[in-house]
């Protein structure tokens, strides 16, 4: 027998379908990564407001930045209301009181509250205007109001992002710019205080 | 008819370059029993010729663009598996030095053999002979195409050879 005959006579085989499955699969998984990567690419970046140092200087207290973002793991707030009306009585001054509760999200199941969070603060912020408005006519306020939208418009883009592609990046991002979006809350708390 | 069959090679690479599923798909369907078929014989296992099948073809689409036509599109994909086999296998060449043998002669089989007793036998080869015995005397390439895909040089393909076949003649022998 010479050799170009062996080939005709050794056995062949036909590989098995699960194969074109898995190479499918892996190059939708590349397709997948590669359009998460754009979407990425494509969302705005930001970089923080320099409003720490004023706002530090006004409280006369050094802060370690480091530390206030080990220190809020969680701000309680507590909510209590006594409204009493005379229509005939010059009533005591009554003072509302609001509390805002927070989490720190560390993970992707604690981000999916952040539009139910961003509308209660909102109003809360409404209800603190009513009462100070003076602050809320500075530019100190407007400037961190006016920053704060910008990322609560980001923190939508985002959590749709991370429906949509379930991908750590994302996440880690959304994670990132909610906690930045808690210390810029706190500050326009704290200016009412 | 080569022209023609060369010409739906271009479109459907062409198409693949696209990413589009189905043409990859049609790439992979034309050639995927030939490959399987030889990584199996250089490997020896099915559960890794089948690694090796999907690892080949997950490159040759990743890496297409780098096809630059001077070959056919098979034998491209060809070199690619068998660089991805020989790995799989960690097969190793070692050059011996037999300058006075007579290197170039066929290796003869006994008809009486079946493929089945044949392919037994080639598979107990080492891994380093059966790789360059295959490529030699079942697909028929020469030393100097060996040397170049398996990245040896002319001289160890031959040694190679040359021992593929004395150990074989032992295997046949108690065949």
Redesign the interface.
């Known amino acids: 027998m010479t050799t170009t005959n062996i080939k005709d006579k050794l056995p062949t085989y036909k590989a098995s379908d699960c194969v074109w499955d898995k190479i499918s699969g892996h190059l939708d998984y590349l397709d997948k990564e590669s359009g998460s990567n754009q979407l990425i690419e494509k969302l705005p970046g930001y970089t923080a407001p320099n409003l720490f140092d004023s706002i530090i200087t006004r409280k006369k207290k050094k802060t370690n930045y480091l530390s206030l973002v080990k220190i809020a793991a969680s701000i309680i707030i507590m909510i209590g209301t006594t409204l009493t009306y005379s229509y005939f009585q010059t009533q005591p001054k009554s003072t509302i009181t609001y509390s805002y509760e927070q989490q720190i999200p560390t993970n992707g199941d604690q981000l999916f509250n952040i539009e139910i969070q961003s509308t209660e603060f909102t109003t809360l912020l409404a209800i603190k205007c009513k009462t100070s408005p003076n602050i809320c006519g500075n530019k100190e306020y407007e400037d961190l109001y006016s920053r704060l939208k910008e990322i609560e418009r980001e923190e939508k883009i985002l959590k749709s992002a991370l429906e949509e592609y379930n991908d750590p990046n994302i996440e880690n991002h959304l994670i990132r710019i909610t906690n930045d979006k808690l210390k810029i809350e706190k500050y326009l708390l704290n200016l009412f205080s | 008819m080569k022209i023609k069959y060369k010409n739906q090679d271009i479109s459907l690479v062409k198409k693949c370059l696209k990413?589009d599923?189905q043409a990859?798909?049609e790439l992979?369907?034309r050639y995927?029993?030939?490959?399987?078929?030889l990584a199996?014989?250089i490997i020896g296992s099915?559960n890794d010729?089948?690694d090796t099948?999907?690892d080949t073809?997950?490159n040759v689409?990743?890496n297409l663009e780098s096809f630059k036509g001077e070959s056919t599109i098979g034998a491209w994909i060809k070199t690619i598996l068998i660089r991805n086999a020989i790995k799989k296998n960690n097969s190793t060449f070692q050059y011996e030095d037999i300058s006075d043998i007579d290197l170039e002669s066929?290796?003869?089989?006994?008809?009486n053999l079946?493929?089945?007793c044949?392919?037994n036998a080639?598979l107990n080869l080492d891994n380093g002979y059966r790789t360059v015995f295959i490529l030699s005397?079942?697909?028929?390439y020469k030393h100097k195409e060996i040397a170049d895909i398996l990245k040896i040089s002319e001289g160890t393909s031959k040694s190679q050879l040359f021992h593929a076949k004395k150990q074989l003649r032992k295997l046949l022998r108690f065949a």
């Open positions: 990413n599923r990859q798909q992979y369907n995927k029993d030939a490959m399987y078929t199996y014989r099915h010729a089948e099948l999907q073809f997950i689409f990743l066929r290796f003869n089989f006994d008809d079946t493929g089945e044949i392919e080639i005397e079942v697909e028929g």
